[in-house]
């Protein structure tokens, strides 16, 4: 198969839409599909002939995003390599683009939900406007997505609990759940040179992911601060780290509030090694591929009660799921249950199978020849 995936975020930025984008790519190639991507441009990156850029400008709320201008060249390279099908991975101007496209062409179009782009809008409503206008302004954008994924001829949920809130919302759509799978590869782990490094020492928490205001790394922070034992490791970064050292000095806690910046790959492997739990308070996640790279490392969870997020940890045994009023004391009982970290590093190797690249990739494979079956069938 040809396949047209459209994103208005690509490399260099790293965030959980690229890592699926680069991991599906990679595994449809490696199985011998013809894969091509459409993402804003970046000024000094340069891509291989598989990847399209588009002129952009940052957007100003928020610098890392881009919005794309459309213009003729997009219309020629598309119509060269004429796919047999689109795949939109975000519904702003890229995915705009994609989806006309699509429709010009009379081809079947995908669309996966992999953010929940009502929970950013605090970027674009201020400080003082919020009380007033982020809740219409919620609204507004869950009625642009239900538009946006309508337009789709099927829509892809990465877990179940996103599934059900996109029919919640009115996607009426039919909704497919392919989650992003992971790589099984050989890991150099190297925890102890990790420690070092960083000088890390004592019962270490890992939380990976963007450093932003929907992550509420501040919950974990507050439970920390009962545990003055306990060092938390952030790794990546994002818009909210100044604030958050803020809190943390404020709280009485920066010495143990480690922010590494982002990792390269080995680096992250090293890090799920050397840390003793994984914590997570999200709650704006749709996947959260991190719960499940930390699952396959073996390493335990503890993570307050959130839908895709409690329903990741409970299905695959990974740790424990708690209340925010009780984060600490759930904290330190999982430092303490050796079971509990015996189990998780006993899991880890069916984790990382279910949820193998080769066996999701295949699952989109098979959805996406469904759509184009389908597709034909209404032509003929």
Known sequence: MRIAMFTDTYTPQINGVVTSILAFKSELKRQGHDVHVWAPAVKNVSSDESVHRIRSFSFAPYPEYKISVPNP???HEFERFM????HVHTPISVGAAGIGLARYFGLPTLGTFHTLLPEYLHYIVRHSLQK???APARRFAWGYCRWFYNMCDAVIAPSYATASLLKEKGISKPIAV???G??????RVGAASFRSTYGLSGPLLLHVGRVTKEKNIEAIMDAIRELPYVTLAVASDGPHRAELQKYAKRQGIAERVRFLGYLSRDELDAAY???????????SETQGIVLLEAAVAGLPIAALDTPVVSDFVRENRAGIITAKESFARAIEM?????RLRSR???RARFIAEKYSIERCAKALANLYERCIDEANGKKA
């Open 132 to 134: 007033i206008f982020l």
């Open 182 to 187: 992971i790589p099984i590869r050989r890991r």
């Open 344 to 346: 998780a590093k006993k």
């Open 178 to 180: 392919v989650p992003t």
């Open 83 to 86: 796919p047999d099908i689109v």
């Open 334 to 338: 999982a430092l303490g249950d050796k």
């Open 273 to 283: 090694a050397a840390s003793d739990l994984f914590v997570c308070a999200s709650q």
């Open 73 to 75: 060249r997009l219309l």
